[in-house]
T-cell receptor, first 117, second 115 residues
């Protein structure tokens, strides 16, 4: 149980285009999902907290107009990188808390590697 | 603000031996959760073990166990009988009791297993 998927697993795009990354909780309902960014050999950096049916809460320094987050259902959150530039190239990871799970654990997706040319 | 510190950027251990990864944290809260996550080369984050601060008993999960010292704010991970598959980046993490609160990660310790 508590499986989180991400799609796509890797994407290459041209500078100036937008890229959408999906995060799905496959076997549980996730009222809250988190989006992280991870640079090579570094820890995870939280970008935003996404609550179903409401606006995402962004961390300081993260541009909300650049990284659009939508959490339209209890099993799906999307991150759209708008007008992507090479500096947006990174590894993006989502996680979700399991609603029936009382153990307050975040379950992570496998990540999406974004390369902007 | 809470912080998590992992002072060992890299460690190595001989296969079948035991290794301990260190983690200290700082918080003013009395109840919270602590985690160890493993990130292998696939980069999938895997929960290794979790500890509730209100529990005095150290958490154990097969070959993985923790030494939780609440007063010292220390949370080390012991891996017994190390296996090649244990090679990964290990992150210590802290979370408050609120399920919607963010996790605070340490910088990680890269563990190498020597055959």
């Amino acid at each position: 149980g508590a499986v989180v998927s991400q799609h796509p697993s890797r994407v290459i795009c041209k500078s100036g285009t937008s890229v959408k990354i999906e995060c799905r909780s496959l076997d549980f309902q996730a009222t809250t999902m988190f989006w992280y960014r991870q640079f090579p050999k570094q820890s995870l950096m939280l970008m935003a907290t996404s609550n179903e049916g409401s606006k995402a809460t962004y961390e300081q320094g993260v541009e909300k107009d650049k990284f659009l987050i939508n959490h339209a259902s209890l099993t799906l959150s999307t991150l759209t990188v708008t007008s992507a530039h090479p500096e947006d190239s990174s590894f993006y990871i989502c996680s979700a808390t399991s609603q029936p799970d009382t153990q307050e654990t975040q379950y992570f997706g496998p990540g999406t590697r974004l390369l902007v040319l | 603000a809470q912080t998590v510190t992992q002072s060992q950027p890299e460690m190595s251990v001989q296969e079948a031996e035991t290794v301990t990864l260190s983690c200290t944290y700082d918080t003013s809260e009395s109840d919270y959760y602590l985690f160890w996550y493993k990130q292998p080369p696939s980069r999938q984050m895997i929960l290794v073990i979790r500890q509730e601060a209100y529990k005095q008993q150290n958490a154990t999960e097969n070959r993985f166990s923790v030494n939780f010292q609440k007063a010292a704010k220390s949370f080390s991970l012991k891996i017994s009988d190390s296996q090649l598959g244990d090679a990964a980046m290990y992150f210590c993490a802290y979370s408050s009791m609120n399920r919607d609160d963010k996790i605070i990660f340490g910088k990680g310790t890269r563990l190498h297993i020597l055959p």
